[in-house]
C-alpha cells in the first residue's frame, strides 16, 4: 500500500526528506547534522511500516533500491542510506551485512560478539566504515559517499551510538564511536561526511533555483 507522505505545516518553509529507514538512532544522528529547514520523515512517519529490502552485494545498489522504492510510493523527495564496516583483514567483511552479521534478527550485540570471535588472534585490526546516500530528488537519482577509516577494539568501551561504535575506534582519535557524544562522532563519521555532501546539494540546488 502506497504511504502517505509527511508534510510540513503550512506556516513553516520545512523541506521534507522521506528517510529509508525504522532506526530511530540514525534518524535522530541525521536530523542533528541538516539545516533546521529539512524535517528528516522516518518510514513510520510516511506510512510505509514494512523493511525495504537490502538484496544486492553492494551499499550503492542498497541505497538506491531504498530510494527508488519509496519514491515510487509516495512521489516526495527521499533518500536511502546503507552504511556497512569493512574489516581488512576479514576480506571487508562484514559489508553489506553489517546489520545480520549474526542473522536476521539483527542483534547488535551478537554481531559484535561474532566480529570479536573472527577477529581472535588476528593482529591486524585496519577497518572503514562507508556510507552511500542515494537521494531521489525532482525525479533525478543522486548519490553521495562517506568513509571513516579506524580500528577494531579487543572489548567493546562506551554506551552512545549503536552497532559496531563500541568496537570502532577512529583513526586521529583514542575513543570509540560509543564513547563520544554525536558531535564529537560527526567530526569523524562515514555517514556525517555523506550527510554533509547532501545537505551540500540541497543548498546549492536552493540557491541556483532560488
Known amino acids: 500500500m502506497p504511504g502517505k507522505a509527511w508534510l510540513p505545516p503550512n506556516n513553516t518553509s520545512m523541506i521534507p526528506l522521506i528517510f529509508a529507514t ?15 529547514s ?34 515510487s510510493r509516495t512521489q516526495s523527495n527521499c533518500f536511502g542510506e546503507d552504511s556497512g564496516l569493512l574489516v581488512a583483514a576479514l576480506d571487508n567483511q562484514p559489508g553489506v551485512l553489517s546489520a545480520r552479521y549474526a542473522g536476521d534478527h539483527k542483534s547488535t550485540a551478537d554481531n559484535n560478539a561474532l ?3 573472527n577477529m581472535e588472534g588476528i593482529g591486524n585490526r585496519a577497518a572503514k566504515f562507508v556510507t552511500v546516500i542515494a537521494l531521489h530528488w525532482q525525479g533525478q537519482l543522486h548519490f553521495f559517499t562517506g568513509e571513516c577509516t579506524g580500528t577494531i577494539g579487543l572489548a567493546p568501551k562506551g554506551e552512545q551510538g549503536f552497532g559496531y561504535d563500541p568496537l570502532f575506534t577512529p583513526d586521529g582519535s583514542t575513543k570509540t564511536f ?25 543548498h546549492q540546488y536552493s540557491t541556483t533555483h532560488a
Open 115 to 117: 566480529l570479536l570471535r
Open 178 to 202: 560509543a564513547e563520544m557524544d554525536s558531535k564529537e562522532k560527526a567530526v569523524y563519521s562515514h555517514r556525517a561526511k555523506a550527510t554533509q555532501q547532501l545537505i551540500a546539494f540541497l
Open 38 to 71: 529539512i524535517k528528516i520523515i522516518t518510514l513510520a512517519e510516511a506510512g510505509m511500516l514494512e523493511d525495504i529490502p537490502e538484496p544486492y552485494p553492494t551499499l550503492q545498489e542498497n541505497a538506491a533500491t531504498k530510494a527508488t522504492t519509496i519514491f
Open 22 to 36: 525504522h532506526n530511530a538512532h540514525k534518524a535522530a544522528e541525521i536530523q542533528q547534522l541538516v539545516p533546521s
